[in-house]
């Protein structure tokens, strides 16, 4: 297990994260149309939207590393309870899986989320990925869509901007 | 409806946040043994980890302005779609509902959003909030669970910080 490590994500990975989140969002069935994000937007956004580890190996011979997995989250707040931590993707490219390798990523994000104090994570998994339901099941992750009754509910496109851009009805001072 | 007035929420007003978040969360059956952020917590977190607006009133002939609502969210990043507002909390209080306060905080929100290039809002309703949904609804907001099968994963307490606290397998530079 020696040939991989872990650690934080630089601004030049942007190009490497962006290829492993489009196999992801593939894998997730996301539509292609709406993946507008480029290697710059990633690049910019770094540290201020969001944080990331990369998974490296080091195949036996080489002198360089490839960027073979990722996790990316982002902080977040629950005003009566505190600080989490939302966690929007972990991926293993498939031919390095079933090494623990997953297991390793999201117990480093764990441990950074637990020095930075936060008090839970959360993510978003599809019903439809099984795999993925019973990689976090293992690891004592509880579904609270079904046991609590929680549902994402978002808005986006003409929608969101409609809202956005209509006349405020109420004095504001921003 | 000029005696209502919505502006960004200050370090002082931690007190009336939290005030109103445990309403809201008494209101979303939050068990009381995991409230326990206290208001300086609120005040120490804001703006590195949550932003706030809050709804004030002016009652006839009183000089003092009354915190009777507010919105609260972090900022989160999808990768392969870019940037995305999380909204934790959005309240009015009883006796101030029925003059579109509501609709004031979220449309607020948005286009706070919209101005550093938020291209959606997320957030949670719980499934027993029918009010909620009728609201999101409204103003067109998709639940995306039931359309697309997004349910949310969580792992907190002595599991958290088992997953947290353990050795690491793989070397790790952080």
């Known amino acids: 297990m020696c040939d991989y490590s872990i650690r934080n994500a630089r601004v030049e990975d942007a190009s490497d994260i962006l290829r492993l989140a489009k196999d992801l969002a593939h894998h997730d069935h996301v539509p292609p149309e709406i993946m507008t994000a480029t290697e710059q937007d990633i690049a910019r ?7 990331s580890i990369v998974l490296e190996h080091e195949a036996a011979g080489s ?3 490839e960027i073979v997995g990722f996790a990316l989250w ?11 931590l939302n966690l929007a993707s972990l991926y293993v490219c498939p031919h390095h899986r079933g090494r623990g390798l997953g297991y390793s990523l999201i117990q480093s994000v764990a441990k950074i989320g637990y020095n930075k104090g936060c008090l839970r994570i959360r993510l978003l998994a599809n019903e439809s990925n099984k795999k993925a339901h ?3 099941t293992r690891i004592k992750f509880t579904n609270s869509t079904r046991t609590e009754g929680w549902e994402l509910l978002h808005i986006y496109g003409p ?14 001072d921003f």
Chains 1, 2 share one sequence.
């Open 134 to 136: 019973e990689f976090y």
């Open 74 to 84: 982002s902080y977040g707040y629950i005003p009566v309870v505190g600080r989490n």
């Open 159 to 172: 929608d969101f901007e409609n809202l956005a851009l209509q006349q405020p009805k109420i004095p504001q």
């Open 45 to 51: 956004d770094m540290s201020d939207w969001f944080h």
């Open 63 to 65: 002198a360089t590393k």
